[in-house]
Antibody, heavy 121, light 108 residues
Framework: QVQVVESGGGLVKPGGSLRLSCAAS????????MSWIRQAPGKGLEWISY???????YYADSVRGRLTISRDNAKNSLYLQINNLRAEDTAVYYC???????????????WGQGTLVTVSS | EIVLTQSPGTLSLSPGERATLSCRAS???????LAWYQQKPGQAPRLLIY???SRATGIPDRFSGSGSGTDFTLTISRLEPEDFAVYYC?????????FGQGTKLEIK
């Protein structure tokens, strides 16, 4: 069965950095685009980045310059490096499966349980 | 950036009733790029509808999606107790995604 599992969240001081990981299983990871989506406490969903099956990357304007998304197809893993963390980055970060390289419609059909990032001094 | 506005913000209904949730886009969205999600407290979102009107795997047929251009609708024909949750619409355009702010469906 398809599964994505995030890890790497925690408490970080403002200005610090963090690397989140997402382990995928149950599907051909290299065939799929993957995204990171976050949700601040009590707030709505915010897409922040996606990476294509060919490793082309895209970022939301709100986070561009501080985030780096990457993937390791040999390890079936997705990563998100977040630098210069701010209080407003406090959120649950979800990894989600996006479209297959051969697909067209864009949506997120499998989500992990999320990993909480708290930015506080 | 395309802004999605969902209405109402909160919808109070009883089990068995019909729910109609609206999602309006600030500019036209391709029907292939509009999806709906359900989220319950403490859980990840769950895909309900993709490409405006296609039900995701395992989603009951009481859930349906419709619309085109800038106006999209999620309809739940007869509410079950487990349907009370927050619902989000999502679009893709210009190499980025946006979500609506959500509609909370609560028990009346």
């Amino acid at each position: 069965q398809v599964q994505v599992v995030e890890s790497g969240g925690g408490l970080v001081k403002p200005g610090g950095s963090l690397r989140l990981s997402c382990a995928a299983s149950g599907f051909t990871f290299s065939d799929y685009y993957m995204s990171w989506i976050r949700q601040a406490p009590g707030k709505g969903l915010e897409w922040i980045s996606y990476i294509s099956s060919a490793s082309t990357v895209y970022y939301a304007d709100s986070v561009r310059g501080r985030l780096t998304i990457s993937r390791d197809n040999a390890k079936n893993s997705l990563y998100l490096q977040i630098n210069n963390l701010r209080a407003e980055d406090t959120a649950v970060y979800y990894c989600a499966r996006d479209r297959p390289y051969s697909g067209y419609a864009r949506y997120f059909d499998y989500w992990g349980q999320g990993t909480l990032v708290t930015v506080s001094s | 950036e395309i802004v999605l506005t969902q209405s109402p913000g909160t919808l109070s209904l009883s089990p068995g009733e019909r729910a109609t949730l609206s999602c309006r886009a600030s500019q036209s969205v391709s029907s292939n790029y509009l999806a709906w999600y359900q989220q319950k407290p403490g859980q990840a979102p769950r895909l309900l509808i993709y490409a405006s009107s296609s039900r995701a795997t395992g989603i009951p047929d009481r859930f349906s999606g419709s619309g085109s251009g800038t106006d999209f609708t999620l309809t739940i024909s007869r509410l079950e107790p487990e349907d009370f949750a927050v619902y989000y619409c999502q679009q893709f355009g210009g190499s980025s995604f946006t979500f609506g702010q959500g509609t909370k469906l609560e028990i009346k």
